[in-house]
T-cell receptor
Framework: NAGVTQTPKFRVLKTGQSMTLLCAQD?????MYWYRQDPGMGLRLIHY???????AKGEVPDGYNVSRLKKQNFLLGLESAAPSQTSVYFC???????????FGNGTRLTVT | TQLLEQSPQFLSIQEGENLTVYCNSS?????LQWYRQEPGEGPVLLVT?????EVKKLKRLTFQFGDARKDSSLHITAAQPGDTGLYLC????????????FGQGTTLQVKP
């Protein structure tokens, strides 16, 4: 029972490089989310999706793009990484609006 | 912007002591969830409260939702070292989108 799986677990980028974080869920959830977690700031929503083929902006979307081509996958892309994007990134999924979130174990990204 | 204030930010106590964590907003929540997060892992749901005045208990943890649904508290009785972790409240302000806004989190350390 995998739940929500994030890859990779760790990544170091240089400023200006690009990368994609992958999130996969096996619970057939409609909703998927990408959050970033920084010390003292809790979790902030980057982008989310309410179903396959849909995406929407969260609180802090600038510098990120997402895609939900398949229901079980939600990809987060950084086109040109900046040091301010150094953070821990969490993917989550939920069955419906307002229902509990199931989180992955995070990706620690460092941009130098 | 709907803000969710969580306090205190840090708490270090001795085993056996009681503690309370608060979560407040100027807006009315549709529902409120409490999560616990351990290092290197994603947050895990503890409880969801929906009805104003609602009280839920989970062993030594008591969760209360304010009558006006603008605040919530988490009370731990006789804290144990195993309670150590980051506690996060998350409020849903719009049931249509399912977006959750997280508080800054409370880091709890329970010393033996």
């Amino acid at each position: 029972n995998a739940g929500v799986t994030q890859t990779p677990k760790f990544r170091v980028l240089k400023t200006g490089q690009s990368m994609t974080l992958l999130c996969a869920q096996d619970m057939n959830h409609e909703y998927m989310y990408w959050y970033r977690q920084d010390p003292g700031m809790g979790l902030r929503l980057i982008h989310y999706s309410v179903g396959e083929g849909t995406t929407a902006k969260g609180e802090v979307p600038d510098g990120y793009n997402v895609s939900r081509l398949k229901k079980q996958n939600f990809l987060l892309g950084l086109e040109s990484a900046a040091p301010s994007q150094t953070s821990v990134y969490f993917c989550a999924s939920s069955y419906s609006s307002g229902s509990p979130l199931h989180f992955g174990n995070g990706t620690r990204l460092t941009v130098t | 912007t709907q803000l969710l204030e969580q306090s205190p930010q840090f708490l270090s106590i001795q085993e056996g002591e009681n503690l309370t964590v608060y979560c407040n907003s100027s807006s009315v929540f549709s529902s409120l969830q409490w999560y616990r997060q351990e290092p290197g892992e994603g947050p895990v749901l503890l409880v969801t409260v929906v009805t104003g005045g609602e009280v839920k208990k989970l062993k030594r943890l008591t969760f209360q939702f304010g009558d006006a649904r603008k605040d919530s508290s988490l009370h731990i009785t006789a804290a144990q070292p195993g309670d150590t972790g980051l506690y996060l409240c998350a409020g849903s302000f719009s049931s249509n989108t399912g977006k959750l806004i997280f508080g800054q989190g409370t880091t709890l350390q329970v010393k033996p």
